[in-house]
């Protein structure tokens, strides 16, 4: 099994945002998944909460090809749980007001990161090894995981999600839906 799989053929049609990511990956070699998800941390920290956009959202997922990995942090192993993604909908039920959920969703996204970078840490020298893991693992924390490099990551998350809203959850939403989508 290769290290890196093509999820669809050319033929398919995803809809607009899977076929904008699909443009996206192809413009690109494909890199280590560790190396991409810490080079797109150190991007959306330096964007520093600024009001995503289309425009920005797929900058960020395009230069993380090409970006410096940021340092791993020691500190990211104790996260054992993927990000609780119900914070917005337990907010909306409430008819809480939506001051602070920029800052909510742009954590999301953070935390997603700060849990995949950590996962695939821990998987190193085991479930990485695997040559059949793209057929789908169970993490030492047990979770879940179906892709393994950015191109299959992005993709399935795309396929998976259909389409987003652009806003600064999707980043941690698409990884997520990657990481489990067959």
Known sequence: MPDQITVRDESYDGGPFYNRIRELIGRYENRDLED???ALLGLVVKSNLQPMTEGLFFKLLEDAY?????????????????PDDDWLN?????????FG???K???YSIDALHFQIAELRKMRGKQLDNELRYFGVISPTGNRWYNFDPHAL?????AGLGSIKYEWSDIGELLEM???YE
Not at 67 to 82: I, N, R
Not at 154 to 158: D, I, R, S
């Open 90 to 98: 337990r907010k909306l039920e409430m008819h809480e007001p939506l």
């Open 36 to 38: 991409y998800l810490l």
């Open 101 to 103: 959920l920029n800052e």
């Open 66 to 82: 090409t970006a410096p990995p940021v340092p791993f942090d020691e500190t990211w192993l104790a996260c054992c749980t993927p």
């Open 154 to 158: 992005l993709e399935c998350g795309a």
């Open 105 to 107: 969703a742009y954590q």
């Open 178 to 180: 990657g990481r489990i």
